[in-house]
């Protein structure tokens, strides 16, 4: 069963713009992770958050973490033609991970 | 780096057809996985391996076995293909650890005509 569900489904940016995504999950977690596929591809790990971490960047990537309301949220900024994808939120269940249906963001030139 | 390969990137079988998919990861990881993507759906698990000869069901494993003989080659058996099997397959391997990312292949796109 998934864990974690993403809002928007869907997002259109201009070139430039931040991107901004949410997670909500259900139970408790140890660790979230953030992944983005490319059109017809696999996933590639972005980033993860521990249970105990409220933020963490990586380049243009802030991830945040709020397990009181069991919510994350990924910001692209400055996002790029190249940032066009799919993102996943996924939680960890042991060593398995549940997947939420994701964000399909488009950047326009 | 971590490579993930998958046996086929586009497959196309017929209804009743027995179907392998195979997995190789080269990164010595004793977990994989299988999973399928649908649209809307996402990312739902059938099988996964946390070591040589066992395995665990996962979310959706009816009408799906595994097979792993090795530690680097995890297979996806459809034992008799159906239509409502036409999906994207994916294949990911990890470390024993919930800390630690999961590394996909490139995916394959099954469709049973």
């Known amino acids: 069963s998934q864990q974690g569900e993403e809002d928007p489904q869907a997002l259109s940016i201009q070139e430039g713009e931040n991107a901004t995504m949410n997670c909500s999950y259900k139970?408790?977690?140890?660790?979230l992770q953030w992944y983005r596929q490319n059109s017809g591809r696999g996933l590639v790990h972005l980033i993860l958050?521990?249970?105990?971490?409220r933020e963490k960047h990586s380049g243009r990537l802030r991830v945040t973490l709020d397990t009181s309301k069991k919510s994350s949220s990924l910001l692209i900024t400055a996002s790029r033609a190249a940032d066009t994808a799919s993102y996943f939120c996924?939680?960890?269940?042991?060593?398995?991970?549940?997947f939420g249906a994701g964000t399909t963001v488009t950047v326009r030139a | 780096d971590v490579k993930v390969t998958q046996s086929s990137r586009y497959l196309v079988k017929r209804t009743g057809e027995k179907v392998f998919l195979e997995c190789v990861q080269d990164?010595?990881?004793?977990?994989m996985f299988w999973y399928r993507q649908d649209p809307g759906l996402g990312l739902r698990l059938i099988y996964f391996?946390?070591?040589?000869?066992?395995?665990e069901k996962g979310d959706i494993p009816e009408g799906y076995s595994v097979s792993r003989e090795k530690k680097e080659r995890f297979s996806l058996i459809l034992e008799s293909a159906s239509t409502n099997q036409t999906s994207m397959y994916l294949c990911?391997?990890?470390?024993?650890?919930?800390?630690?990312?999961?590394?996909f292949g490139p995916g394959t796109r099954l469709t049973v005509l």
């Open positions: 990911a391997s990890t470390f024993t650890s919930s800390y630690n990312e999961q590394f």
């Open positions: 958050i521990r249970s105990n971490e």
């Open positions: 139970t408790s977690i140890n660790n």
């Open positions: 391996s946390y070591d040589v000869k066992m395995k």
């Open positions: 990164m010595d990881h004793e977990n």
């Open positions: 996924a939680t960890d269940i042991g060593y398995k991970l549940s």
